[in-house]
């Protein structure tokens, strides 16, 4: 059973960087056709994308945010990360991480962010 387990840093303070990492477990990330996604869902809101990194390394973004995202993957540890900068209050969230091959989807159970100083 393929499991995704995101962590992060619980608090971050306005104007600083978020950082969390999806590590996979029972699936390859740079397995051809699988798609790793960023997600989160901030209160009373619903699900935002955020973007992802691919099997070959290449990245997508919602326009929206694509200014302060970044993402990256370790291969060797299989896990993937995203980083947001400059962030504010309205980013606070549980972000998700999702993996995708095909018609098969995969969940992390999030990790909440909360930006305040």
């Known amino acids: 059973q393929v499991q995704l387990q995101e962590s992060g840093p619980g608090l971050v303070k306005p104007s600083q960087t978020l950082s969390v990492t999806c590590t996979v477990s029972?699936?390859?990330?740079?397995?051809?056709?699988?798609?790793w996604s960023w997600i989160r869902q901030s209160p009373g809101k619903g699900l935002e994308w955020i973007g992802y990194?691919?099997?070959?390394?290449?990245?997508a973004h919602n326009p929206s945010l694509e200014s302060r995202t970044s993402f990256s993957r370790d291969t060797a540890k299989n896990e993937f990360t995203l980083q947001l900068n400059s962030v504010t209050p309205e980013d606070t969230a549980v972000y998700y991480c999702?993996?995708?091959?095909?018609?098969?989807?995969?969940w992390g159970q999030g990790t909440q962010v909360t930006v305040s100083s």
């Open positions: 999702n993996g995708r091959y095909a018609t098969d989807d995969y």
């Open positions: 029972d699936a390859t990330i740079t397995t051809d056709y699988t798609y």
């Open positions: 990194i691919d099997y070959a390394g290449s990245t």
